[in-house]
Nanobody
Framework: VQLQAFGGGLVQAGGSLRLSCAAS????????MAWFRQAPSKEREFVAA????????HSIQSVRGRFAIARDNAKNTVSLQMDNLKFEDTAVYYC????????????????WGQGTKVTVSS
């Protein structure tokens, strides 16, 4: 499956952005989807994931209550709504796909988008 992430940009702290990831190629609904991010000079980290059906999600503590992951299997898209953004959310955000929902390790994800940059000004 090919993934393309978009929607990043520059936003002030406290603002919102919505990232989207469009999938093509294989049956999108086979894959659990996730967002990862990589801040400057840091390792890439898991942010949030959603199951194949969309019934289950999980995310890291630092974004709970601020970020929401969702998917539309009819449109082959997954999104990450980011509200109340903080300076520390600045990173390149990647969408990723796996056939097995639940992992927060990037090693479990077989397909990756190219990344979209989010910059939060303080």
């Amino acid at each position: 499956v090919q993934l393309q992430a978009f929607g990043g940009g520059l936003v002030q702290a406290g603002g919102s952005l919505r990232l989207s990831c469009a999938a093509s190629g294989r049956t999108f609904s086979r894959y659990a989807m996730a967002w990862f991010r990589q801040a400057p000079s840091k390792e890439r980290e898991f942010v949030a994931a959603i199951s194949q059906s969309g019934d289950s999600t999980h995310s890291i503590q630092s974004v709970r209550g601020r970020f929401a992951i969702a998917r539309d299997n009819a449109k082959n898209t997954v999104s990450l709504q980011m509200d109340n953004l903080k300076f520390e959310d600045t990173a390149v955000y990647y969408c990723a796909a796996t056939e097995s929902y639940g992992s927060i390790s990037e090693l479990a994800y077989d397909y990756w988008g190219q990344g979209t940059k989010v910059t939060v000004s303080s």
